[in-house]
């Protein structure tokens, strides 16, 4: 049987303080890589229903939420509850060198993946140099 005591707790409400709470959690994880013309983002959202994710661009800061519920049963009694549920929230500043316009998102196996075009001011280009020997191309 499951011990209901935790001699720990008020180090545990502690970092809920700093850290987060279920109803509130604190983290929602993310990586953001780089592939040649293209930049991806992963958000770790395990369990969320995809209908409850809510995706913004607004002047280059991208905003995401999304909406975990524990599921409730009759009777059923929790003995366990250290899955964060509630609302997610997290906002990440995109500089101007990605093009936000042709955002693309997918979510699968609990990972939302935005994929977002390098805009094409920011990719290196050829520029055409004039001497007195005649032209000739550097890049940039």
Do not use: C
């Not at 970092?15 to 279920?22: L, R, S």
């Not at 929602?28 to 209908?51: C, S, T």
């Not at 929790?78 to 609302?87: F, K, L, Q």
């Not at 990440?92 to 998102?105: H, P, V, Y």
């Amino acid at each position: 049987m499951l011990m209901r005591t935790d001699p720990f707790r008020e180090i545990d409400r502690l970092a809920e303080q700093f850290f987060g709470t279920p109803g509130r959690p604190a983290v929602m994880y993310a990586d953001a890589e780089r592939e040649g013309d293209w930049f991806y983002v992963h958000f770790d959202l395990p369990g969320v229903d995809p209908e409850s994710i809510d995706l913004t661009v607004e002047r280059n800061v991208l905003t995401v939420r999304a909406e975990r519920q524990r599921p409730r049963r009759q009777g059923v009694e929790s003995v366990i509850t250290e899955r964060p549920m509630g609302t997610f929230s997290r906002q990440m500043f995109l500089g101007e060198t990605l093009d936000t316009d042709q955002l693309e998102a997918s979510y699968e196996a609990g990972v939302l993946t935005l994929r977002i075009p390098v805009a094409e001011q920011a990719k290196p280009r050829k520029i055409a140099i004039a001497s007195g020997a005649g032209r000739r191309e550097i890049n940039a």
